[in-house]
Each structure stands twice: as C-alpha cells, then as structure tokens.
C-alpha cells in the first residue's frame, strides 16, 4: 500500500471518529457514571491492544520499523478512531461533573500521520 493510502485510511478514520461522535456523546450522556467510567476503561483497553500491535516488538527486535514492513496503516487508522472515542468518553465523565475534559489533539493526528509515513 502506497503511504499515501495509508494516509488516507488515518484521514477516513479520523473522519468517521469526528462524524459519529455527536451520536457517541448523546448514548455516553444516558449512562450511568459507573457505565461511563466502564466505556472509558474499555476504549482504553482497546487503544492498548492496537498500541501493542503498532509496537511490532517482533519487527523491532529486528531493527524494522512497522512502516517499512508495510501492512500497518490499518493499525495507525483505529489509533487514530480510537483516539476519538477516548476524548468521547473523557468528555462525557467531564459533562456529567466527573474527571477533566480531553480532547484529542491534531498534534497528536500529525505524529501519528509521520510514524505511518516512516518519518520521525
């Protein structure tokens, strides 16, 4: 896949996250605290899991970077939704009078963008 096409799956994902999140924020606002602070753990676990399989250890270990193996585009694109659904939950604990208020930062968008295109 052309790094531009991965760029493009970051971009989509990025998109859909901030397209579906009015209707994430809506359901997160008639949970309960504890559901709410349930999403949240779980959307982290799952950022976890995706960062785990970014990490490569078995290409690192090698000396290659995920970029250069290819294949890994998909895994910065649900980084990138994932980011989204986090800043969802956060901002719903916040609303609701709970933890303080995230958002996801286009920094961090533009640091993931340059991991997938090789650049650091």
């Known amino acids: ?3 531009d096409e991965g760029l493009d799956l970051q971009d989509a994902a990025s998109e859909i ?11 997160l606002a008639t949970l309960t605290p504890d559901e709410r602070a349930i999403q949240n753990k779980v959307r982290w676990a799952l950022y976890r899991h995706v960062d785990a399989i970014w990490d490569a250890p078995h290409l690192r270990s090698k000396g290659i ?3 250069d193996a290819g294949g890994y585009e998909g895994v910065a694109a649900l ?3 994932l980011d989204t659904l986090i800043a969802n939950a956060e901002n719903a604990q916040h609303e609701a009078g709970g933890r303080r208020r995230w958002r996801v930062r286009e920094d961090d968008r533009r640091a993931r963008r340059r991991q997938i295109t090789g650049w650091h």
């Not at 901030?18 to 924020?25: G, V």
């Open 1 to 3: 896949m052309a790094d």
């Open 17 to 27: 996250g901030d397209a579906s999140s009015d209707h994430d924020m809506r359901h």
């Open 65 to 67: 970077h995920p970029n």
């Open 79 to 81: 980084r990138d939704l």
